[in-house]
């Protein structure tokens, strides 16, 4: 049974800080890239940041990049996405998706709210 679990959303101040972790099971985590997704209330939902199966190369949306960065633990099969200076408009609910020649796998997501 395929599952891709997110954690560490939360409410934080602007110009603050939060670390998603994404646990996926029920597949070969180590073959597969791995997204971060989001969705604003009354928007459609946006790519972030995508890494590639062993890490080495990363993607970043213009809206998020030099703030944002992910990684992965392939042991812990694992993804996180660490979020800094972080600001009203990346409130969201954070999907993490697995993705690859025969996988496309998403999890249900967990909610940052960034407000004073």
């Known amino acids: 049974q395929v599952q891709l679990v997110e954690s560490g959303g939360g409410l934080v101040q602007p110009g603050g800080s939060l670390r998603l972790s994404c646990v996926a099971s029920?597949?070969?985590?180590?073959?597969?890239?791995m997204n971060w997704y989001r969705q604003a209330p009354g928007k459609e939902r946006e790519w972030v940041a995508r890494?590639?199966?062993?890490?080495?190369?990363?993607y970043y949306a213009a809206s998020v990049k030099g703030r944002f960065t992910i990684s992965r633990d392939n042991a812990k099969n694992t993804v996180y996405l660490q979020m800094n200076s972080l600001e009203p408009e990346d409130t969201a609910v954070y999907y993490c998706?697995?993705?690859?020649?025969?996988?496309?796998?998403w999890g249900k997501g967990t909610l940052v709210t960034v407000s004073s």
């Open positions: 998706n697995a993705i690859g020649l025969t996988v496309n796998y």
């Open positions: 890494i590639t199966p062993s890490g080495v190369s990363t």
């Open positions: 029920g597949f070969t985590f180590s073959s597969a890239s």
